[in-house]
């Protein structure tokens, strides 16, 4: 059990997703590592559209575990989720759950988390989690087109992935994303450090901000955060939307401003606030067919606080690719 996530807003949050993270990693334990027999299953074929896949796919000495169900239907793309920092694959079970019946949907989880071993390097970035990914889809027959759901951090890879393969992306959903470029903007609003101060600007300068984004021990997937941001930020930056005219919907917690800043002294958490609402509605406008949307009663975690809201969008997001 990890006791903090990377993939909150701010300490005041960590206890809730570390009980998300515990129960993703309960239950019957099928997302362990399996066997190298189980990691030889083969794909569902065409013929066989409704075959549930779950399997890990061998990469060099390590395994990625991912998981599709519902049918394939032609022409219809895929619907690939991309979890948050520190979350495994089940913290997407909900939305599944309401989706598996009509649409194909996969998830898996990144090296380190669930049921795929940490990989050997002790530094990584976005690059080498979108590597894991092209790898994993190859390995289980997953073929575009896609519509990918990411939620908080996992926008990062999710950026990266497109950037590579923008003929199979059709269609994106940004669910409580994390910009990449908040985190300079938050360390930038905060005061020089003083005798005295209050404990919580201390811990988003020195820990929030500070150790945990720049050093990859203190996460299980090895991720140098700040070097993610970077690069994120090198692709995103360039004039013009990132996603062109790609069907994107972005849904933010009504929650988490609160959760993650409520802490701060008032006029700061007016500014974090200020910053974060700023860079979600940035991220929103990279595409010229994008949509802001608040999601109400629902914290950091909207794939477990309002599933149905992720339903929504990602059919909305459908209908805009197939009319």
Same mark, same amino acid.
């Given at each position: 059990?990890?006791?903090?996530?990377?993939?909150?807003?701010?300490?005041?949050?960590?206890?809730?997703?570390?009980?998300?993270?515990?129960?993703?990693?309960?239950?019957?334990?099928?997302?362990g590592?399996?066997? @190298?027999?189980?990691?030889?299953t083969?794909?569902?074929?065409?013929?066989?559209?409704?075959?549930?896949?779950?399997?890990?796919?061998?990469?060099?000495?390590?395994?990625?575990?991912?998981?599709?169900?519902?049918? &394939?239907? &032609?022409?219809?793309?895929?619907?690939?989720?991309?979890?948050?920092?520190?979350?495994?694959?089940?913290?997407?079970?909900?939305?599944?759950?309401?989706?598996?019946?009509?649409?194909?949907?996969?998830?898996?989880?990144?090296?380190?988390?669930?049921?795929?071993?940490?990989?050997?390097e002790?530094r990584?970035?976005?690059?080498?989690?979108?590597?894991?990914? *092209?790898?994993?889809?190859?390995?289980?027959?997953?073929?575009?087109?896609?519509v990918?759901? @990411?939620? @908080?951090?996992?926008?990062?890879?999710?950026?990266?992935?497109t950037?590579?393969?923008?003929?199979?992306?059709?269609?994106?959903?940004?669910?409580?994303?994390?910009?990449?470029?908040?985190?300079?903007?938050?360390l930038?609003?905060?005061?020089?450090?003083?005798?005295?101060?209050?404990?919580?600007?201390?811990?988003?300068?020195?820990?929030?901000?500070?150790?945990?984004?720049?050093?990859?021990?203190?996460?299980p997937?090895?991720?140098?955060?700040?070097?993610?941001?970077?690069?994120?930020?090198a692709?995103?930056?360039?004039?013009?939307?990132?996603?062109?005219?790609?069907?994107?919907?972005?849904?933010?917690?009504?929650?988490?401003?609160?959760?993650?800043?409520?802490?701060?002294?008032?006029?700061?958490?007016? *500014?974090?606030?200020?910053i974060?609402?700023? &860079?979600?509605?940035a991220?929103?406008?990279?595409?010229?067919?994008?949509?802001?949307?608040?999601?109400?009663?629902?914290?950091? *975690?909207?794939?477990?606080?309002?599933?149905?809201a992720?339903?929504?969008?990602?059919?909305?997001v459908?209908?805009?690719?197939?009319?």
């Amino acid at each position: 059990m990890t006791t903090r996530s990377y993939d909150v807003l701010g300490r005041s949050v960590a206890v809730a997703v570390t009980v998300l993270l515990v129960a993703g990693c309960s239950g019957d334990g099928s997302s362990g590592p399996v066997t @190298s027999d189980s990691a030889t299953t083969p794909s569902p074929t065409a013929d066989d559209a409704s075959t549930d896949l779950i399997l890990d796919v061998p990469i060099g000495e390590r395994s990625i575990h991912v998981t599709c169900f519902g049918p &394939e239907q &032609e022409g219809v793309p895929t619907v690939l989720f991309e979890s948050g920092g520190g979350a495994p694959s089940d913290a997407w079970d909900r939305v599944v759950d309401l989706m598996a019946p009509t649409r194909r949907v996969c998830s898996y989880d990144r090296a380190g988390l669930g049921g795929s071993p940490a990989a050997p390097e002790k530094r990584r970035t976005t690059e080498d989690l979108v590597d894991d990914l *092209e790898a994993t889809l190859a390995g289980a027959g997953v073929e575009g087109p896609l519509v990918l759901v @990411s939620w @908080s951090i996992g926008v990062l890879p999710l950026v990266t992935y497109t950037d590579r393969h923008r003929p199979d992306v059709e269609g994106v959903v940004l669910v409580d994303p994390r910009p990449p470029r908040a985190s300079a903007r938050f360390l930038a609003a905060l005061p020089p450090p003083r005798k005295g101060e209050p404990e919580p600007v201390r811990i988003w300068r020195d820990e929030d901000l500070g150790s945990f984004e720049h050093d990859p021990s203190l996460n299980p997937e090895h991720l140098d955060i700040t070097a993610c941001y970077d690069e994120a930020n090198a692709l995103l930056d360039p004039p013009g939307p990132f996603f062109g005219d790609l069907p994107l919907v972005l849904l933010s917690a009504s929650g988490t401003p609160q959760a993650a800043f409520g802490d701060l002294p008032p006029r700061l958490r007016k *500014e974090f606030e200020r910053i974060h609402s700023e &860079e979600q509605h940035a991220l929103a406008d990279e595409s010229t067919n994008g949509r802001y949307e608040v999601v109400s009663q629902s914290g950091h *975690e909207i794939p477990a606080d309002q599933p149905q809201a992720i339903v929504d969008a990602v059919e909305d997001v459908l209908a805009a690719v197939s009319g």
